[in-house]
C-alpha cells in the first residue's frame, strides 16, 4: 500500500487507530509504517496533541487516559459557571410535555435545576437522587426515580436492577455527562454510570451529552458510545479543531454557551 499519498486527514486516523491499538507507539515505527518522514510523523503528533487526541512522549505517543475523578460534591465546586451555563442551554433542548432521562451528574444536575425553573409538565426518569430532588420540586412534574444500589460517591444508583428499569420505558430525549470526551465518543470511569447512559440512549429518540471544555480530547476507563449515537453535544467552550471535525462528520449538533 503506497501510504506516502495519504492526505494528513487519512495520516491521523491511522496514526490514532495504531496508538489506541498498542496504547503507545514509536516515531520510527509509525514513520515506516506509513512510508512517510520520521519529521512529518512529528508534526502529526503535535497536532494531535495539541487537540488533547493523545499524549506525546518522547520519541512517540500513547493514549490520553483519564484514570480518577473526584466525588460528585467537590466537582460541583469546580466549573460553576460553565457548569451553569450549559445547563441553562441544554434546558432549551427539552419541550413541553416530554418524557426525559437524565442520569446522575454534576453538569446533568444543572440542567435538572435549569429544567425545575419551568413549567413544562414533563416526566423525568433518573437513577440520580440529586436530580430526582430538584426535578421533584416542580409541581407540574412526575419523577421516577431507578432502583438500584446506591453510591455515595456519586448520589446515584447503579447496577443491574437500575438498568433493566429503565429499559422499561421509552423516552423523547436522555441527557447524560460523562468524564471525557475524544473522537472515540464519551466515556466514564464508573462502569456501572456508562451501563445506565448505554441503557438511556437505547430507550430514547435523542440524546443530549452535556460536558465542561476540561473533558475534551481524554479517554476514560469505559467507552459508553460512538459520536454518531449523540444528537447533540451541549458545552461551554469550542473543542480543538480536530475533535470538533469529527463531531460534525458525525453528523452530532454542537451548542456552545460560553461567557461573556
Known amino acids: 500500500m503506497e501510504h506516502s499519498r495519504l492526505s494528513k486527514k487519512e495520516r491521523h486516523e491511522l496514526i490514532l487507530s495504531e496508538v489506541r491499538r498498542s496504547a503507545s507507539i514509536r516515531i520510527s515505527r509509525l514513520a515506516i509504517r506509513l512510508g512517510v518522514a520520521g519529521e512529518t510523523i512529528r508534526r502529526d503528533l503535535i497536532e494531535l496533541g495539541d487537540a488533547g487526541l493523545l499524549n506525546r512522549t518522547y520519541g512517540g505517543a500513547t493514549i490520553s487516559l483519564v484514570t480518577s475523578e473526584p466525588v460528585i460534591a467537590e466537582r460541583s465546586q469546580t466549573m460553576v459557571e460553565e457548569r451553569t451555563r450549559i445547563g441553562r442551554g441544554a434546558a432549551g433542548l427539552v419541550k413541553k410535555g416530554q418524557i426525559v432521562m437524565i442520569d446522575g451528574g454534576s453538569t446533568t444536575y444543572e440542567v435538572a435545576r435549569n429544567l425545575s425553573q419551568l413549567r413544562r409538565d414533563l416526566t423525568v426518569i433518573t437513577n440520580s437522587i440529586g436530580v430526582a430532588s430538584v426535578a421533584g420540586a416542580n409541581p407540574t412534574f412526575r419523577v421516577v426515580l431507578c432502583p438500584g444500589t446506591y453510591d455515595s460517591r456519586e448520589a446515584s444508583v447503579f447496577g443491574e436492577d437500575t438498568v ?67 444528537s447533540d453535544i451541549v458545552t461551554d467552550r469550542e473543542p480543538q479543531p480536530a475533535l470538533r471535525a469529527v463531531i460534525e462528520a458525525g453528523g452530532t449538533e454542537l451548542h456552545v454557551f460560553g461567557g461573556g
Do not use: H, Q, W
Not at 430514547?204 to 451529552?209: E, P
Open 164 to 230: 433493566e428499569f429503565i429499559r422499561r420505558y421509552n423516552a423523547d430525549i436522555a441527557i447524560i455527562g460523562a468524564s471525557s470526551l475524544s473522537a472515540d465518543g464519551p466515556s466514564d470511569m464508573i462502569s456501572g454510570a456508562a451501563a445506565v447512559k448505554r441503557a438511556m440512549i437505547s430507550r430514547t429518540l435523542s440524546t443530549a451529552l452535556v460536558v465542561t471544555n476540561d473533558k475534551f480530547g481524554r479517554n476514560s476507563l469505559e467507552r459508553v458510545c460512538g459520536l454518531g449515537e449523540l
